[in-house]
Each structure stands twice: as C-alpha cells, then as structure tokens.
C-alpha cells in the first residue's frame, strides 16, 4: 500500500487539524486520541510517511528508528503510565483494524488492562 498524504495523521503533523499534543521532538508527534480506551491513550506517530510498522521498520532510517522508539518511551514516562504498567499496540493492516495509514503506536494504561486479546 503507498502512502496517502491526505490520511488523519498526515493532516494532523501538518497542523491542518488540531490534536492535543503531549510530546513532540524532531522524530515523533505524540497526542491523545480522540476516543480514548482507557484512561491514558496516546498515540505516537513518526513524523516521516509510513503506512504502518513493516513500512516504517524497512524503510526508516536508524535514527528514525531510535527516535521514533525512544519518544514512546519517553510518552509512556511523561504520562505517568511507565510506573504503574502500560500496554503498546500498532495495528497493522485489514484484520488489525488499522483505521489511519500513518503508522502508530497506542499507548494505554491509567488502569488494569485486563486480558490482551477478547476472543
Ligand atoms: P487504528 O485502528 O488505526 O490503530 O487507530 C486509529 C486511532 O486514531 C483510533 O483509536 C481513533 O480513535 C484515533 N483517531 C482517529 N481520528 C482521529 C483524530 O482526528 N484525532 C485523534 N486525536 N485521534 C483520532
């Protein structure tokens, strides 16, 4: 799949629409999403074009990689969910029931998750 410049995200990093921020550097954009899950849900997103992990992973540079996993970290700490347990989830493609085409981490906690999976 190429990558849609017209995607939520996309528009999002252009600041064509607004997001409540969390964190920015030069390698990610973190904000929260705006049908949260559980009481803390941030989504973190590179700031380069890439459809979802296997694009992102292959085609990203080293530095994009590390900064990308390090601004997760560092949303995970801010946000007070690194001490008390969190969860990341990046859907991928049709049965992940990925909805935006910029790839993203989830990043959930605030409370006890429960199971990782409902069958
Ligand atoms: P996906 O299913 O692709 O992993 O998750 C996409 C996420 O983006 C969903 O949790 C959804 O609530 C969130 N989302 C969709 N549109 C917007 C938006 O315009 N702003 C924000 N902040 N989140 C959005």
Same mark, same amino acid.
């Given at each position: 799949?190429?990558? !849609?410049?017209?995607?939520?995200? $996309? ?9 409540? &921020? @969390?964190?920015? !550097? *030069?390698?990610?954009? %973190?904000?929260?999403?705006? /049908?949260?899950? %559980?009481?803390? =849900? ?8 890439? @459809? ?10 080293? *530095? *994009?990689? $590390?900064?990308? +996993?390090?601004?997760?970290?560092? @949303? +995970?700490?801010?946000?007070? @969910? $690194? ?7 990046? /859907?991928?493609?049709? /049965?992940?029931?990925? *909805? ?5 981490? =989830?990043?959930?906690?605030? &409370? +006890? ?7």
């Amino acid at each position: 799949m190429s990558y !849609d410049p017209n995607n939520i995200f $996309a528009k999002i990093l252009r600041g064509e629409i607004p997001c409540k &921020k @969390v964190y920015e !550097d *030069e390698f990610a954009l %973190a904000f929260n999403d705006i /049908n949260p899950k %559980a009481p803390t =849900h941030v989504l973190v997103i590179p700031k380069g074009p890439y @459809v979802a992990y296997d694009d992102f992973i292959t085609s990203a540079n080293a *530095e *994009e990689i $590390a900064g990308f +996993a390090r601004a997760v970290s560092k @949303v +995970a700490q801010s946000s007070g @969910v $690194a001490q008390t347990g969190y969860r990341l989830i990046s /859907n991928c493609g049709v /049965n992940a029931h990925q *909805e935006v085409s910029h790839y993203h981490v =989830h990043v959930l906690g605030g &409370k +006890a998750l429960g199971p990782m999976l409902v069958k």
